[in-house]
C-alpha cells in the first residue's frame, strides 16, 4: 500500500495511472486546488492542518511509505482548520511557507519522518520520465549555445540551498533572466523582448529531489518558440519531462534542442 499526496498539473495524472497500471495498493490524500481527484474511490480530501487526520489514515492503511505529485500550493493560513496535531506541527509550516511552494512540502515531509513515514521519490513509479544525458532533438546547441551552457551550470554549482533560482535563460553567455519563487513560466512571461538564449533547467544545491525535479512539457517547449529560445538544458535523471513524444516533435518541428548534461 502507498500513500499519494497529490496535487494539480498532469505530473500528478500521470504518476497515478502508472500505479493503477501497476496494479499497486494505493490511497489518496487530494491537496489539489479543487478536488482533483473528487470521482477516485480511494481518495481522501484532507487539508494539511488536519495532520492528526492525516497521521491516523496512514496508520489505518498499514502503510509506511508515501509520495508527493504535483503542485501543492500554499493554503491561506488565517482560514486553515487545525486539529491537535495541526496546532502542534503548523508554526513550522508557515515559517516554510515564507520560503515558496516547495518549502512547505519539505516541512511536511520532515513530519511525516519524525512520525516514521518514510517519503520516497515522486518518479518511484515513473523513472522513464527522468531521462539520460544526451540530445533529443535533431537540432543541437552551438558553440555559443554552449558556452552559455557552461556558465548557467558555473552559476548553479555556486548557489547556495537558500537561493530559489532553479532555472534562468542565457544568451550569448549573459544571464538574461532568473527563475523566481513564481516559478519558469512566470520568468519567461517577464522578458521584453524575444531572446535567442538557453533556458537552462538544473535542481538547486541540497533540493529534496524526491518531491522537486525540475520539469518541462510541452507548454515549456511552446514558451520557447514564443519567446524566441533556441533551447533546453536538465540535469541528467534529476530532470522530469512529461509528454516525452510530443515534446520531441514538437523541438524538432520548431528546431529547438533538448540537451540533457
Partial sequence: MIGLFLGDTDFSD??????KKLKKKYFIIDLSKNFK???NKHVHRIGIGKFGKILSLIKEKKTKKVLFAGKILKPNFSTISLDFKGIYYMPSVIQAAKKGDAAIIKAIIKILNKEGIKVISSISFNPELALRAGNYSKSK????????????????NK?????????????????V???GIGGTRKMLIKLKKKTKGVLIKF????????I??????????KDCKKYGLKGIVLKSKKNIILDQV??????????????IV
Fill in 177 to 179: 533572466a532568473k527563475e
Fill in 203 to 210: 535542481p538547486k544545491k541540497k533540493q529534496d529531489l524526491r
Fill in 14 to 19: 500521470i504518476v497515478l495511472k502508472n500505479i
Fill in 159 to 175: 548557489s547556495n540551498e537558500l537561493d530559489h533560482v532553479q532555472a534562468m535563460i542565457i544568451n550569448d553567455g549573459k544571464i
Fill in 246 to 259: 510530443k515534446c520531441f516533435q514538437f523541438a524538432n518541428k520548431n528546431k529547438i534542442f533538448i540537451k
Fill in 37 to 39: 481527484f473528487k470521482k
Fill in 212 to 221: 522537486d525535479l525540475p520539469t518541462i512539457g510541452l507548454q515549456t517547449l
Fill in 141 to 156: 546547441p552551438n558553440r555559443n549555445d554552449l558556452l552559455s551552457i557552461t556558465k548557467g551550470i558555473k552559476y548553479f
